[in-house]
């Protein structure tokens, strides 16, 4: 067996830096537990260094009998995945140390869960996919129950923990089915024996298909299996909220866009009506729900509800024409990257005023403007963002999405116009809180302290919202080159 | 003996079974009718009839340190099921092998040092 050392140094690195986390954290005293994230912040820089090193170097295939592949896909995805590492880290980093909790344990567990986000777009076939995502998953289980002394952390972990546990067994017997039906592993290989099977055994396909789709329907929180999201999210301390949001889904929506669009995409005439009714369900119930909510934690994960839809819509739009898939897919990864930005930077603002104002209500944010302008302007941009609004990137995110939908006709237009009333009916939520935060005027009167590495990294997202804009074309050429080798 | 059917085996069964539960209800009932009942006599409720009083509720919470087992099985036990086939064939995988196990024994020690870092070896 052949290992292609270059191309498995980002696991290796990050993987060494999980261990001497671990091994750090054990011999510092209690008072300077925190130094833990810097050590994992230098290590997971390290590993977004050996990423980019990667680029241009051509495609490689062959580590581990082709289960870990390098190619564009993964170089894009595991290098958003590292980013976002680097600010869950950053912003995680004063809540904990001032929270009280576990902080070694914390940041060894976020760098193992970070370690299945690497894994999962390199993965190749069914083995690796579910690997990386129970790697991502389960350290996600304890982290979401972090808040120990909180009845609605224990609450949320526990039932993250469940359900989790039971969309992984869902999964794995439709793996298993897969297997068992095609007699291999390797998605190309699934792709080619699943064309092969005839009668009894393709219905048995089918459901098995059905399996696996529904496992990553849990993951990645689309109605009807969306009940755990938000519990959790609100349970969770906000930073994991912000890691279960954005990397745990995109880590979620990068294994199902592997299984989709290269393993069963043959099978397009059973699926493609079970993702339309997923989206339109995902978006419309997500964005309804959402209009009730007054706590911003909920407000997110609802909204996160409703993203969900907008990106399974892409999966909606298979056919048998290449070209239309390959803008689907395009869509769907720029749409992914876009939306990982603005929630990332609109937990990072809530992360910051959950210091002074733990409830998080609607109200907590009033007056924000005022007191910490770049934090209010900054949300309002993320919220701009995700509504679909220009002058930001979460427009074009939208709008590339919504031209594939009608360049594939049919079904496609009436997606799009749902996702446009959605996105219409978003805005009367997603702008209660810049309402608030420009509008009103805050019941406490006290200077707000905005917490420097929080906003540091706020400022960051922001700009590149606004760059993206500005210059759509620097993130359409990534979703363009990820063509996973088909048709593109 | 050789005339007994298939179904007509399980009557052999049946009928221990039977026997079985007349004995317990004959062995029972009778005590029952003959046997004299005044429980007050002579410390009959006590938990132990003879022997040294009971102090205290039969009921009482007791620490099982579950995390100290449940922390150390994982290491060790892991350890062995991965340890015991790669001894049987590491001669044949050559050096690679031994690389191998000795990152994922290194992993394992990593472990028991967090375990003894935090006090999970001395026991209180």
């Known amino acids: ?488 | 003996m050789h005339s007994v059917t298939y179904y007509g085996s399980y009557g052999v069964v049946l009928a221990v079974v039977l026997a079985g539960a007349l004995l317990v209800i004959v062995a029972f009932g009778a005590a029952r009718l003959i046997a004299p009942r005044r429980p007050n006599v002579g410390g009959k409720r006590t938990t132990y009839e003879c022997g040294i009083d009971p102090v205290g509720e039969g009921w009482s919470q007791s620490q099982v340190r579950y995390y100290v087992y449940g922390f150390l099985f994982v290491i060790f036990d892991v350890e062995s099921v991965f340890l015991f086939p790669w001894a049987r064939v590491f001669q044949t995988l050559g050096y690679q092998a031994v690389v191998s196990m000795a990152i994922f024994i290194g992993i394992l020690a990593v472990g028991l040092l967090y375990a003894w870092r935090k006090g999970v070896l001395t026991w209180v």
């Open chain 1, 1 to 488: 067996m052949t290992i292609d050392y270059h191309a498995i140094l980002p696991v290796l690195i990050l993987s060494s830096t999980i261990v001497i986390v671990l091994v750090t954290d054990l011999f510092l005293p209690p008072r300077h537990k925190s130094a833990s994230m810097w050590v994992a912040l230098v290590g997971v820089l390290a590993t977004l260094v050996a990423v980019l090193s990667l680029i241009g170097k051509g495609d490689r295939p062959d580590s581990f009998g082709g289960s870990y592949q390098v190619d564009a896909f993964t170089i894009v995805f595991q290098t958003f995945f590292m980013s976002a590492a680097a600010v869950v880290l950053l912003i995680s980093y004063r809540y904990f140390r001032e929270g009280g909790f576990y902080q070694g344990e914390y940041y060894f567990l976020l760098l193992t869960s970070f370690l299945g986000c690497l894994l999962m777009p390199a993965s190749r076939d069914l083995l690796m996919l579910f690997l990386s995502l129970e790697l991502v998953s389960a350290p996600g289980f304890l982290m979401a129950a972090f808040r120990k002394s909180d009845v609605k952390g224990n609450e949320g972990g526990l039932k993250f923990f469940l359900i989790g546990v039971l969309s992984t067994a869902v999964m794995l017997y439709g793996m298993s089915l897969i297997y068992g039906l095609t007699g291999h592993l390797q998605l190309a290989a699934v792709s080619d024996g699943l064309q092969q099977l005839s009668g009894a055994k393709e219905t048995l396909a089918n459901a098995a298909i059905l399996f696996v789709v529904v496992g990553f329907a849990f993951k990645v929180s689309a109605v009807p299996f969306q009940f755990w999201a938000p519990d959790t999210y609100e349970g969770s301390p906000v930073p994991v909220a912000a890691f279960l949001g954005v990397a745990s889904a995109a880590a979620g929506f990068a294994g199902l866009l592997q299984l989709m669009f290269v393993a069963f995409v043959h099978e397009y005439t059973f699926w493609v009506p079970l993702f339309v009714a997923l989206s339109l369900v995902t978006m419309t119930l997500g964005n309804l729900v959402a209009l009730q909510q007054r706590q911003v934690v909920r407000l997110l994960a609802y909204s996160g509800i409703a993203q969900t839809g907008y990106i399974l819509l892409p999966f909606a739009l298979v056919s048998a024409d290449p070209s239309i898939n390959h803008s689907a897919f395009q869509a769907a990864v720029t749409y992914i990257l876009i939306y990982g930005i603005m929630n990332l930077g609109a937990f990072a603002v809530t992360t910051a005023i959950s210091g002074q104002r733990p409830l998080l209500r609607i109200e907590d944010f009033a007056g924000l403007a005022k007191t910490a302008p770049l934090l209010a302007t900054a949300m309002t941009v993320f919220m701009v963002s995700l509504a679909g609004v220009p002058p930001t990137g979460g427009f074009w995110a939208k709008l590339l999405i919504f031209q594939a939908g009608i360049q594939r006709g049919g079904v496609g237009v009436l997606l799009a116009v749902a996702m446009v009333i959605n996105s219409v009916i978003s805005v009367g939520y997603y702008f209660l809180i810049p309402r608030a935060m420009i509008f009103e005027d805050a019941e406490d009167q006290r200077p707000f302290r905005s917490p420097i590495l929080v906003t540091a990294v706020v400022a960051v997202a922001m700009t590149a919202l606004l760059i993206i804009f500005v210059v759509p074309n620097a993130i359409y050429r990534l979703g363009e080159v990820t063509s996973l080798g088909f048709g593109g």
